[in-house]
Each structure stands twice: as C-alpha cells, then as structure tokens.
C-alpha cells in the first residue's frame, strides 16, 4: 500500500483512477486543473506525484489530462504518470543481455532478436549487425514468444541504462502504453506509435495544408466541442495527415481571432490523433488541441502565469526533483524554447505561417474510413488487426508493477519510424514516403557530414539505391520550429529567465 498525501484530487473518483494511485510507489500526489489558463472551459488537469524512492531522483513523474470530464483528464495524467514511474522501477533493476545482433541470432535464432537495422536508426549512425549493445527481453504479441530489443529503444530515461551505457539515439517515450491489462496498455502505446508513424513527415514543419472539410452530420458531442471553439473566439483547424491501415490519422491547430492567447506560446499548441473511429479521431484531437494550448501556458509560460493554477511550491518541488536534466538531455530543444519564450504572438504564428497554419487542399471528413471501437480494448483490437494484416510484428517489454495492478508498457514495432526531423532517424518507409514527395531530404551519391547513409538493412539499401539523408536540408526546413518536435522538461526555462542566466 502507497504512502503519501494525496491533495486536489476531485472527489467521486471511480475505480480506474483509484487502481492507478494505489499502484503508484510511495509519495505526495497533487492534482490541480490548469484549463482556467486558456478561455475554452474544456478540463485539462496536471497531477503530480513526488516520489520517496530514491530510485526515481532527477524522474519528475508527472501527467498532463483531458477529456470531457474532470474524472476522464485526472485519469490520463494518472496513466502518463505511470509511464514514467514504471519503467525506471521494473526496467532498471532487470538483467540486460549484452552482445552483437549477429552473435546472439547465432545463439538464439533469427525470430528471438530485433535487427537494428530495422529499428530506425539515425542517420549515419555507426550501428550494425556486428554492434555490441544491451537487450532487453519483449515479448511478440502473435504468439508471446520471447524477442530481444535494444534497450535503446526499450528505456523510458537514461536511469534504465547501466552505467556508461550511450543510447545509438536520444531516448523517447513513443510507444509507451497504460492501462487496466496488458490487452489496453498495448493497444495504447501501438496507438501512439501508429499516430507519429503516419503524421511525422505530414505536420509540423512539413504540413501538407489538408484541412477537414467537416460539412455533414456530426454527432452531438462533436458539435458541442466545436461551438466552445466558436464561443471562445479560437477558429480550430483540424487536419488529414492519412488514412493508412484504414486508420484516421488527423490532428488539430488552430488561431485565436477574437483576442490574443494568454500565453504567446499558445499559438503553437496541436492535438493528434489516430483511431480507427472517426469521430473519436476528431474529437481527440481536438480536445487534445485544447489541451495542449494550456499545457504549454504552463509548462514553459511566465512563473506568474503559472502560479494562477500552480499550489503555492509546487514548481520549486518539482524543479528540485526534475533535477538538471531538462538542460542536459536535449540541449537545442532548451535553447530553441528559451528563445520561443522570448517572442510576441505575432512572430510566432508568422513562423507558422507557411507549415503549421497553411490551407491547400481540403478532405472530406464523411469520406475517411470508419470502424466503431467503443473502448480501450477495441481501439487495441482495431489497431493490432490493422497492423499485422500489413506484415508488421508488435513487440512490447512489459514494465508492470510486480502486483499486476495497472499494466505498463513500451511497444516497439520494426519498420515503422519517428523522430525523422529532430533526431534523423530514417528507415526504408520514411525513404520511400520521400521519395514519393520528391523531397530534398533524401539525396544519392557520396557520403558527407551533412549527406548521412540511411541505415538499411543489406536487402533494402540494395533496392533503394543506398540512399543519403539531408541533415543539412532538415535542419533548414525545420529553423525556429525544433520546439514543435521536441520539448525540454516543463518550468525550466522560466526558471533560467528569473535567474537571469544560463
């Protein structure tokens, strides 16, 4: 049983909420809404919980909520805490294999390792068949047969590695995934994978400009969040990023036409989604939009702007914990959200002019696919049948408290990407989505600094030409929009800027 106080929480909550507190290691939880930020009125809750293992210093475990009730946004800042507490408790103390993709498929067969030539690795990056690294056990949904994964990719922070272990690429938490069983906690974290797989090279800085053509029938409840979008004054833009597997893959940004935000920073906020079900693609990205716009308010807004929600302590609590690694772990995301920090709405939404804001063309939302998936359980089932109908294996480490009360996960799929333009890493799809584009990111010829190999498997690199990847040119497209992929640790920067100082 966890220890603690528990302060904020809004009472009548239901079991759900309840399995994930009791689960959580011992320490104070403190919930409060951070919606009386933005004009929206939609809820949107942080919940922290300050941890007492020692384990867990410099882990800030902390979850940012939405949805249509207060109960429904506590219980997503509950999950994503446990994403963050989890893997550091279960992942850190287990025994890790160490050796080469090659020795150990001569050891244990083919099926048993992850090639990491298939996990997208960055480009240029020295990794192969014949590089040592440590694994860690997953386990294969078909058929729950025991693969090994490089922890790389596995880890949820740097505390899971052993010590001097250096990740083949920046740690990140796609793909991790909570809930009441291994079924829902899976589904939600290949959601996630399948959501920045298909929208990474589509939005943000490379926006096609898809815009929703929502004329139809729309349900009650999508109606309703749309007419608060239109009584506050902020036009929200939903768009198509694609419908592949069958999947609506949309997301949401938006401009504020009848007043300025409360935070410039607001100006840049989007909502993702990809659910088999249209409508619940829509409305998540939505209300997600609406959560984000506060989110970043708070997370890297003014201190006096924070301590409107804020517990008086709170972001002295949490900057002690979080430690300094928001600075250390991404060091452009920090510098490059330090000087967003710094500009009016104005220059920001000019800088999102030509991507995130444009209009081109128009999709018809009445015309996307659809399949109905009332819970967790069948948004998983949806998911998975999709994903393995198209040849792909759902691997996933399980990072559960041992008393299996909520079910914790990190599901990795090969073959499928992120993080092409913040950290360049590139598999064959991405390859092959741009050259289907004509892009300049993908270049042929010989290597240089800039002209990295994109790292194939030899099969694939054969077939595709042994394509080179434009850090040079990605980092021009990106410019001053590095914050829309990557984000330093909430409170930091406006710590450095009451400090005056670095």
């Known amino acids: 049983m966890r220890s603690g106080l528990r302060s904020g929480l809004p009472g009548g909550l239901g079991a759900a909420a309840h399995r994930y507190l009791d689960a959580f290691p011992a320490g104070d939880v403190v919930a409060f809404p951070i919606d009386p930020l933005d004009r929206l009125g939609l809820p949107v809750w942080v919940v922290a919980l300050f941890p007492e293992d020692p384990a867990l210093a410099g882990i800030m475990p902390y979850g940012v909520g939405y949805g249509a009730t207060e109960e429904a946004a506590v219980l997503g800042g509950l999950g994503e805490i ?106 939600h974290g290949l959601c996630e994978i399948l959501q920045r797989d298909g929208n990474g090279l589509l939005f943000r800085a490379l926006d096609q400009g898809v815009m929703l053509d929502l004329d139809g029938a729309l349900p009650p409840s999508t109606m309703a969040i749309l007419d608060r979008f239109a009584a506050a004054g902020i036009r929200a833009m939903p768009k198509f990023a694609t419908d592949q597997f069958g999947l609506p893959n949309l997301y949401c940004v938006g401009i504020d036409e009848a007043a300025p935000p409360t935070a410039p920073i607001m100006v840049t906020a989007c909502g993702e989604a990809c659910h088999a079900d249209r409508v619940q693609a829509l409305e998540k990205c939505l209300t997600e939009y609406a959560a984000s716009r506060a ?102 480490v399980d990072m559960s408290p041992p008393d299996g009360s909520v079910t914790v996960v990190k599901v990795i799929v090969p073959g499928m990407e992120v993080e092409t333009m913040s950290y360049y890493r590139i598999g064959a799809r991405n390859t092959e989505k741009l050259l289907a584009m004509d892009s300049p990111l993908v270049r042929f010829g010989a290597a240089t600094d800039r002209l990295r190999p994109i790292r194939l498997t030899p099969a694939e690199a054969e077939r595709l030409g042994h394509p080179l990847f434009d850090t040079g040119a990605a980092d021009a497209i990106v410019g001053p929009l590095y914050p829309l992929y990557r984000e330093p640790e909430a409170h930091h920067v406006a710590a450095v800027a009451q400090e005056g100082g670095r």
């Open 295 to 396: 989110r970043k308010a708070f997370a890297h807004g003014p201190a006096e702007l924070v301590a409107r929600v804020a517990p008086d302590g709170y972001v002295r609590r949490f900057l002690a914990q979080a430690g300094g690694a928001a600075k250390s772990s991404d060091t452009r995301a920090f510098d490059a959200m330090r000087d967003w920090t710094g500009r009016d709405a104005a220059t920001l939404r000019d800088w999102l002019a030509d991507s995130v804001l444009c209009e081109r063309t128009t999709h018809r939302f009445d015309a996307l696919p659809t399949q109905a998936a009332a819970d967790g359980h069948a948004r998983a089932a949806r998911a998975r049948a999709a994903v393995e109908a198209a040849g792909f294996d759902i691997l996933y």
């Open 82 to 187: 446990a994403e963050m507490v989890w893997p550091t408790l279960t992942l850190g103390t287990r025994a890790k294999t160490q050796g080469s993709y090659t020795a150990l498929v001569a050891s244990l067969g083919e099926r048993a390792v992850a090639d990491p030539l298939t996990l997208c690795l960055p480009a240029g990056s020295a990794v192969g068949r014949d590089t040592v690294l440590d694994w860690v056990a997953a386990k294969r949904w078909a058929d729950g047969s025991t693969v090994l994964v490089p922890i790389d990719l596995a880890a949820y922070s740097a505390k899971e590695l052993a010590p001097g272990y250096r990740p083949f690429t920046t740690i990140i938490s796609n793909g991790m995934g909570a809930g009441p069983d291994l079924d829902w906690a899976v589904g």
